[in-house]
């Protein structure tokens, strides 16, 4: 309690009313007119941190922080990992293209299936047949195929 008093004003007591001797001065608090502070109070300025962190890392400090020399295993495994995973979709990248140009290799080669197919079966039917016969000299028999029917004996009495 008495530290309290010690920065209360020596001229009142705890049980007095305040007199006009015993009020400071409007001087004495700070004020030049009721309620109006005397000095603006001015604001803080804020440290820009990012900006210092960009300064440190452009500057190279940043690679010197006790930190980053600790954590340089974490860091070349994290660098390996981003390595991997790039090696991994340019690899993918580069199946899918072989996937999608067999895919077109494949319809080319279904459609030249198709096409080869009907041409072949227009080909084998009998007038078709017929007409490239005639072509080469050939004609077409009138009489219809028969059988010979021949025996094994007969076979062996020809035999000289």
Same mark, same amino acid.
């Given at each position: ?62 690679? *010197?922080?006790?930190?980053?020399? =600790?954590?340089? %295993?974490? @860091?070349?495994?994290? #660098? ?6 790039? /090696? ?29 197919? *009907?041409?072949?079966?227009?080909? =084998?039917?009998? %007038?078709? @047949?017929?007409?490239? #016969? ?6 077409? /028999? ?19």
């Amino acid at each position: 309690m008495k530290e309290n008093l010690k920065y209360s004003d020596q001229n009142v007591g705890l049980n007095t009313p305040p007199t006009p001797e015993n009020i400071p001065a409007k001087e004495e608090l700070g004020f030049d007119e009721p309620g109006k502070p005397k000095d603006p109070v001015k604001p803080v300025k804020k440290s820009n941190k990012s900006r210092k962190a960009v300064q440190e890392f452009l500057g190279g400090d940043y690679l *010197s922080k006790e930190w980053v020399t =600790g954590n340089l %295993s974490y @860091i070349l495994y994290v #660098a390996l990992l981003a390595m991997i995973y790039i /090696a991994n979709t340019y690899y993918t990248e580069k199946k899918f293209k072989t996937i999608e140009r067999t895919k077109n290799e494949l319809k080319e080669l279904r459609y030249e299936y198709i096409t080869t197919k *009907s041409i072949l079966m227009f080909q =084998g039917r009998q %007038s078709e @047949i017929s007409k490239r #016969a005639i072509k080469q000299g050939l004609k077409e /028999a009138k009489m219809p195929p028969y059988k010979i029917l021949y025996s094994g004996e007969a076979l062996k009495s020809m035999k000289p």
